[in-house]
Structure formats: structure tokens, C-alpha cells
């Protein structure tokens, strides 16, 4: 089956390294290293096909830049300080003033008719840049190939519009119903662990763990945790305290070292009050240690009311003396919550592969 392609990139230059940005506050970043990748994102601009983009790229490589496209482009580059350039289909623009100057419909910034006409525009802006020559390598469809499958698990090219292959993806129902217990370990159970895994260590004293029972101690193995009660709404077995976690007088003030909740606060109508109340139980010095799903299946438990967001959670957690994130996530992940497939059907490296604009789990350690 044939393969189509477009360029999917936001380029900028940092450190006279050229970088594709991927958020909004380029916390994601990739560096664009050889000079065959700037050449190929060019191509893809106006080709879609690996067999006519390959022809494409050898006429760029027997042919020289022309010397006019050179000093046009010199221009543009030294002269901003907040340079962007946008990549798509039959698209290249050029902004000095960010992202704000991509919108604009100024003729000057859009130099896509350019492009097509002398497809040297990427080479032109960054020759000043540290890349890789290594253009003469790729001397056979294969290898050009293979470069191409490689800038699309990088991000910088996609399948062409109307050309994605949905496979078992494009379905009316999930994979699994129930958050992907019917396949293996859901993904959000994924993130619980490996965020317990690193804050273990500091879940020492006297425990309260708020939606939970006594056997989540030996099940979380918190083996510092010196006394552990349980905070629920209704009697069950392993409950301690039963009340509600927006009464502050459930709990005597600051009378714990420790409280955990995980993925509780979603289904708490004020969350802001459950934060409070946390605040004034805990003792000076203590932590508490919070999971919400910020992509996840609704599920009642009795209700569900929130998918709290990082910036979400600073704010209901400003009081604290101080407070650290652990987020996890990415496109695939968030994807694979959704749809209720397993983490087992992932690998490692899918999982911990990180994107700040996709959080799956929003965790966050926060001292009194």
C-alpha cells in the first residue's frame, strides 16, 4: 500500500541549532540536525508521493541554490528575533514575530509560491545553522525511504489529509469498555504506579488515604507509613473514617503527616473545599500526594464533575508552602486511554514518552 505524505512543522533556531517546537511554550522540542531533513520538509510541502518527492529531492541535490533566494532569505532570518517558519501542505510561511505573525495574511511572510518554484527556501534560511551535510548519502529510493519513515515517528511529516489508515481505531465503541481491564492493566493504573514508585519514599508517618481502604498500605507496599486511615463516604470493609472529605471536622487539624488521594478529586463537586481541608489536617511539614485523570472515560463514583489540568491543579493547590508535578502522557497514550487499550499492548517507550500538551495522569506532590 502507498504511502502519502505532507510536512507537519513549526521550525525555529536556538542556539544556531535549527528546532521543530511542538507546544505552545516549546517545551517539546526537536532538533532538526541534518541538512537532508530540511531539504525532504520542503519537498513534502508540494509532493505527496515518496516516488514523485523523491525525484523532487534529487533535482534539489544536482542543482545549486540559487544566489537571488540566498540574500531574499538572509534578510528575513537576520533580521528577527522571534523567528518562525510553518510547514504544510503546499504551505511555507515566515514570521518574525512568532506565532502571532503566522496569522497574518501579510504577502511578504508567505513564501510558498517561492518554494515551489525554487525549492530551496529551508536551505536558504539556515545555511548559517549547525547541520549535518549529509545529503550525498542518500543515494537510492530506499534510503530516502527510510528517512522519510523516520521524520514521521519524529513528528515532522504526517499522512496526507484523507489518507490516514484508521484501522481498528475507527469504531463506534471503545476497544474495551471498562478503561482496558478487560485487556490487561488500563493505562491511567500505568501512571498511578510509576508515580507511586517515585514518591514512595516520602509517604512516611501517620497516612490518611482519602477513597481508599487499609489494604492499599501492603498493596502500594508503603512500608514508612507508621498508622494508615481510610477516608470514605460510605462503611466497607478497610474503612476507618466514614464522612465526607468536603467536612472539615471528619478530621482532627493537622493531625497527619501524609495524605493520599488518587484519583478522587474529580469526583468532588468542590474541590477547592477538599484542598482546604487537607491543608488545615495536615501538620506542618507534610505532604499530601494527588492523582486526577486529565484524559479519561467519565465514570461515576458517585459522580464525576472534573478533569482538573496542570495549571488547574496549581491553582487549587496554591496554598501549599511548595508543590512538584509528575505528568504523564502523550498523544498515544491519551488515545489509548480513551479507547480502553491496555498498556501491556504498548511499550515502554510509548508510555513514558512525554508530550506537556497530552496529559493522560496530572500528579502532584505538594508540602504544607
Same mark, same amino acid.
Given at each position: ?59 534539489? +541535490? ?200 488518587? +484519583? ?5 463537586? +468542590? ?5 482546604? +481541608? ?91
Amino acid at each position: 500500500m502507498k504511502k502519502f505524505y505532507v510536512s507537519s512543522a513549526l521550525l525555529t533556531v536556538k542556539n544556531f541549532q535549527v528546532v521543530a517546537i511542538f507546544d505552545s511554550n516549546r517545551n517539546k522540542t526537536q532538533i532538526v540536525a541534518n541538512k537532508s531533513w530540511l531539504v525532504i520538509l520542503e519537498v513534502f510541502i508540494h509532493e505527496q508521493s515518496l516516488e514523485a518527492a523523491y525525484q523532487r529531492f534529487q533535482q534539489i +541535490n544536482s542543482s545549486l541554490v540559487p544566489e537571488h533566494l540566498l540574500n531574499q532569505c538572509k534578510q528575513v532570518r537576520y533580521d528577527s528575533d522571534d523567528l518562525l517558519i510553518w510547514l504544510t501542505h503546499k504551505v511555507l510561511k515566515i514570521s518574525k514575530q512568532g506565532l502571532f505573525g503566522l496569522r497574518s495574511a501579510d504577502p511578504q511572510s508567505n513564501f510558498s509560491a517561492i518554494s515551489q518554484e525554487n525549492p530551496y527556501v529551508l536551505l536558504c534560511l539556515f545555511n548559517q545553522e549547525i547541520l549535518i551535510a549529509d545529503e550525498p548519502k542518500i543515494h537510492s529510493f530506499e534510503d530516502f525511504s527510510q528517512t522519510v519513515e523516520y521524520l514521521e515517528t519524529l513528528g515532522l511529516l504526517s499522512p496526507a489529509v484523507n489518507t490516514l489508515d484508521w484501522g481498528d481505531l475507527k469504531r463506534r465503541f471503545p476497544i474495551c469498555h471498562h478503561f482496558g481491564f478487560t485487556r490487561g492493566t488500563p493505562v491511567d493504573r500505568y501512571y498511578l504506579d510509576k508515580f507511586i514508585s517515585e514518591i514512595r519514599h516520602q509517604v512516611v508517618g501517620s497516612v490518611l488515604e482519602i477513597g481508599g481502604v487499609l489494604r492499599n498500605k501492603e498493596f502500594y507496599q508503603l512500608s514508612l507509613a507508621t498508622e494508615y486511615q481510610t477516608l470514605e463516604l460510605v462503611f466497607e470493609p478497610g474503612v476507618t473514617v466514614v464522612g465526607d472529605a468536603h467536612d472539615s471536622t471528619v478530621i482532627m487539624p493537622e493531625s497527619v503527616d501524609t495524605i493520599l488521594l488518587f +484519583n478522587v478529586l474529580e469526583h468532588c463537586h +468542590n474541590p477547592w473545599v477538599v484542598v482546604q +481541608n487537607i491543608h488545615s489536617w495536615l501538620r506542618v511539614g507534610g505532604k499530601c500526594f494527588c492523582v486526577v485523570p486529565s484524559a479519561q472515560k467519565l465514570h461515576s463514583g458517585p459522580k464525576d464533575y472534573w478533569r482538573p489540568l496542570p495549571d488547574g491543579m496549581k491553582q487549587l493547590f496554591q496554598d501549599f508552602s511548595e508543590y512538584n508535578f509528575h505528568i504523564y502522557g502523550n498523544p498515544l497514550t491519551v488515545l489509548a486511554s480513551f479507547m480502553g487499550i491496555a498498556a501491556e499492548e504498548l511499550s515502554t517507550e510509548d508510555l513514558d514518552d512525554f508530550h506537556p500538551d497530552y496529559p493522560v495522569s496530572t500528579c502532584i506532590a505538594a508540602l504544607k
